[in-house]
C-alpha cells in the first residue's frame, strides 16, 4: 500500500518514512500544502498522514480539498500537535478516519493503519481466506495450510491489494500507483506489472488452481471469489 506523509517537520517525516519502508508501505513525503495538493491530484494513496501545521496553509484545508475529488477513498489520519478537542472533532467531521496527537507511538499509528484497512474492507480480523489461502495483512505472508508461500515483496502487495478489492477490474495502472506510488515516475509502456503477476500466479498455482485470478484483456486483473 502506498502512504503520502504530508508533514514539515523533516526528522518526524524520516522517522515514518523509515519505519513504514521497513513495514512494506510505498511512502512518498510532501512537506507543504502545495507540494501535498500536486501529488494527490496525481496520485491515489491508501493512507495520507496529514499534519495540520503546514508552513503555507492549514491541513483542514487540505483535507477538505481531497473530500471534494470524485472516486476518492483514501484514508486520513491526522498528525499534529494540537490536542484540542474542538480540533479532533473538527478533522474526524470533515472526513479524516483517524487522529493521532503527536508525539505518538509508530507502532500505535500501524495497528490504527491496519484497524483501518480492516473496517475499510469490511474484514473480521487481519487474515484473508481465499480459496485455500489464508492471507495475512498484517504479518504480510500468504499460508497454504502451515506453509508460507515464498513471495517477494511485491508479489504480495499485487496480491494483496487486489485480494483486498476481490470482485473489482483493478487496472494496471490503478495496481502500478498503489504498490509502486507515483505513476509519473513509470514508463507506461512497461510490462514489468505484467511480469510481476506472471510470476505470482506461478508460484500460487503450485498449491491450488488458479482459475478465479483472472486476467480483464486491454484492462487489468480480477479476483472473483
Known sequence: MNVLIVEDEKGLALEVDEFLSHEGFTVEHARTKKSAEEKIFVNNYDFILLDLGLPDGDGFDLLKMLKGLDKRDDAVIILTARGAVDDRVSGLEQGADDYLAKPFSLSELLARMHAITRRKHRLESNDINIKGLKVNIQNRTVMFNDER???????????????????????????????????????????FVDVHVKNLRKKLSQYIPIDWFETVRSIGYRINI
Open 149 to 191: 508461500i515464498n513471495l517477494t515483496k511485491k508479489e504480495f502487495e499485487i496480491f494483496n491489494y487486489l485480494v483486498l478489492n476481490k470482485n473489482r477490474v483493478i487496472s494496471r495502472t490503478n495496481l502500478t500507483e498503489h504498490v509502486w506510488g507515483d505513476v509519473l515516475e513509470i514508463n507506461s509502456d512497461s510490462n
